[in-house]
């Protein structure tokens, strides 16, 4: 058996860059096969973590390890082709992104110049959010992640290794156990924070920190079965989280300890032959693996971009397309821009300080500049503007008895001092009650009705479920609102989106518009419910004894962004001059079991149900409006817009009149 040096190039790991990187590339394009692919993130940290300190344990042992060196290493590595990329984003961004999409690229820029994406994005929506896959840059969040590390690791080791190999593993084993201990405790209760954030992260790099000190400091002459064993155990523990771990799933957590651990194990392994070697160090594979960089920097704008002009990709060919693109310049950032910048005979250690710093400074100027920009919405016609211009939603209802409180006794406070026995009503739900909110409110308002709102995004107004990834603040507002419309009666309007988060699943138009995010579905105590319809038939019913409910059913989902969908076609004059619809019978389709429900629970004499496809929707002609009489009926691809919140309102009213809970609001706007 030939054992290998302390520390040489070894070719497998460039083919596990290969594995880490298509999977990454297959989970965004929403190839449901590689529902885990995200967790190829993590074993890049791993890979990074073994690399680094491997590279400075064998200088630190010569007695020539530098700190200006080790940054000027990794600033050719990463600053050419990464600023490249930024490059060409901005570039294309001119010609396909909206004013707000300029201004949220901006912060992103200034985020990758700071080395502080991670944060920036963590202070947004989520990585497993549906609009995450619109940012041409959300990606950049690891490579500030790693940055972050290198800023800190070498200094670290450097103090560290003085006080012995032991002593030093012990530390880093410790800082570990922290890490992973923070990333477990943070995850449920802040899950960005958790994804994002360095400290929650670090104990993957330092996996394989940990790894590189163990083979730096022990031959590890493994027999050929236990190299056999242990690399194919840790190629299984990788392959199966790539397929069987999803965007529902807590992480980084104990459910990030199988790619990890499987890297780790790989690295250990693999390194003096074996099976798994074999197939890592094939030359296909350690190709890819090379350009695995600029591969994964190229692939997330060309895929959003790809989001962004599209407005239905009926047979199915956008991601295949954007995928072979983001392959072609990936080798072009590999051939022309990364190779070139490593060759030390071409650009000198000062050239690589000075051209960092200035692409730095430049990017950061930019992306402050973008984000205090208009968007130069100058480039759209009067018409598209009229649209991207509009109300960011459905004018949201605003005033004192739209409460935000969530803490009992604060909330208790406002009810009681907003509510007027005999003269109040309830809107409760999650943003769709937010958006119908302002229409709701006019029509009240016009009545002398007191409208008490209580809503909260992506959450289900109804109590002993809740959805994967529900936040705290959902769990705590649906264990009071029960008690509080018990202790203060009036009528209750529910607004949901009851077919999302009855069943789970993204809606899929069947027409291209398929809706991006992760399968949510229903849990109880950490079980997922078997019959999630009766679940929340039950609580309806159970609700209705206490109070009147007026319950509006699943607005009808769209499957596109109406509002980008519709500006883009007028913008580049693409497409039929018909209004934007949808296929009745897909809605009818995904929303069958939810309609049943609706039409079991209308027999019940507390239980008003408002019927919204009808108002968009026709039996003659099989479709549903996306727009009408020129202006679009949604804010996106489920909220809906003024013009049909205004009709969801109306509706809600004319039941409440029909069953003598309110004056006829009708007679009284005359």
């Not at 060409?88 to 690229?105: E, H, N, Q």
């Not at 030390?344 to 050239?351: A, D, E, T, V």
């Not at 409760?428 to 007191?450: F, M, P, Y």
Request: aromatic content about 12%; some cysteine.
């Amino acid at each position: 058996m030939v054992v290998l040096p302390a520390f040489s190039y070894r070719p497998e790991i460039d083919g596990l860059r290969a594995v880490a990187v298509v999977a990454v590339i297959l989970y965004h394009a929403g190839y449901s096969l590689f529902s885990g692919g995200f967790v190829g993130v993590d074993v890049f940290f791993v890979i990074s973590g073994y690399l680094i300190c491997s590279l400075i344990l064998k200088d630190l042992d010569q007695g020539k390890f530098s700190f200006l060196e080790f940054w000027e290493r990794r600033a050719r590595r990463i600053f050419p082709a990464l600023f490249a990329m930024v490059l060409g984003t901005v570039l294309i961004a001119f010609v396909l992104l909206f004013p707000g999409d300029i201004k949220r690229l901006g912060s992103s820029m200034a985020g990758v110049a700071t080395f502080l994406s991670n944060i920036v994005f963590s202070r947004q929506t989520g990585y497993f959010d549906a609009l995450s896959e619109f940012k041409p840059l959300i990606h950049t969040w690891s490579l500030s992640v790693e940055e972050q590390f290198y800023l800190v690791f070498p200094i670290l080791i450097f103090a560290l290794w003085k006080l012995g190999a032991r002593r030093a593993s012990a530390i880093f084993a410790g800082l570990l156990v922290a890490s992973f201990a923070a990333a477990e405790l943070t995850v449920h209760a802040y899950p960005d924070i958790a994804f994002f954030y360095p400290h929650t992260r670090a104990w993957e790099l330092l996996s394989g920190v940990l790894a590189a000190i163990f083979l730096h400091r022990i031959p590890a002459n493994w027999s050929a079965s236990t190299r056999e064993i242990g690399s194919m155990a840790g190629f299984m523990l990788v392959f199966g989280s790539i397929f069987w771990l999803d965007s529902t799933t807590p992480f980084p957590s104990l459910y990030a300890v199988p790619p990890v651990l499987g890297t780790v194990m790989i690295v250990l392994f693999a390194r003096d032959g074996g099976l798994v070697r074999s197939v890592l160090a094939w030359k296909p594979m350690v190709a890819i693996g090379l350009a695995s960089y600029s591969a994964y920097l190229w692939h997330q704008p060309v895929f959003a971009y790809a989001r962004h002009l599209y407005i239905a990709d009926p047979s199915g060919i956008m991601m295949p397309i954007a995928i072979l693109i983001s392959a072609g310049l990936a080798y072009l950032s590999w051939r022309f821009v990364e190779a070139p910048f490593r060759d030390r005979s071409l650009f000198s250690q000062k050239q690589i300080f000075v051209g960092s710093f200035i692409t730095l400074a430049v990017t950061f100027i930019i992306g402050v500049g973008l984000y205090f920009s208009d968007g130069f919405v100058g480039r759209f016609s009067p018409e598209v503007r009229e649209l991207i211009d509009g109300k960011a939603d459905a004018g949201g209802l605003k005033g004192k008895c739209i409460i935000s409180e969530r803490e009992p006794d604060a909330l208790r406070a406002k009810i009681e001092a907003c509510y007027e026995p005999g003269n109040t009503i309830y809107l409760i739900g999650d943003s769709h009650a937010r958006s119908i909110s302002q229409a709701v409110g006019k029509i009240a308002g016009s009545n002398n009705l007191t409208l008490i709102v209580l809503w909260e995004s992506g959450c289900m107004p109804v109590q002993n479920v809740a959805r994967t990834r529900q936040s705290e603040t959902c769990s705590k507002l649906k264990a009071q609102t029960r008690q509080l419309t018990r202790d203060f009666p009036a009528p209750v309007i529910l607004s949901s989106r009851w077919r999302r988060f009855i069943q789970g699943d993204p809606f899929n138009n069947r027409e291209g518009g398929q809706e991006f995010g992760p399968s949510m579905p229903m849990v109880a105590d950490g079980e997922l419910v078997d019959n999630p319809v009766k679940r929340v038939e039950f609580a309806l019913l159970d609700w209705s004894e206490d109070v009147p409910l007026v319950v509006i059913d699943t607005i009808p989902e769209a499957g596109w962004l109406v509002k980008r969908a519709i500006a883009r076609r007028r913008q580049m004059s693409i497409g039929p001059d018909e209004p934007l619809t949808t296929s009745y019978d897909a809605y009818l389709d995904a929303n069958r079991n939810v309609i049943a429900m609706f039409d079991r629970l209308e027999q019940n004499e507390a239980i008003s149900v408002v019927r919204t496809a009808p108002m968009v929707c026709s039996d003659n002609t099989g479709r549903c409006l996306n727009e009408r009489d020129g202006e679009a009926l949604y804010i996106d691809d489920d909220h809906p817009d003024w013009p049909f919140s205004r009709d969801i309102a109306a509706e809600v009213f004319e039941q409440l009149r029909e069953r003598e809970l309110v004056t006829n609001p009708r007679k009284s706007e005359k």
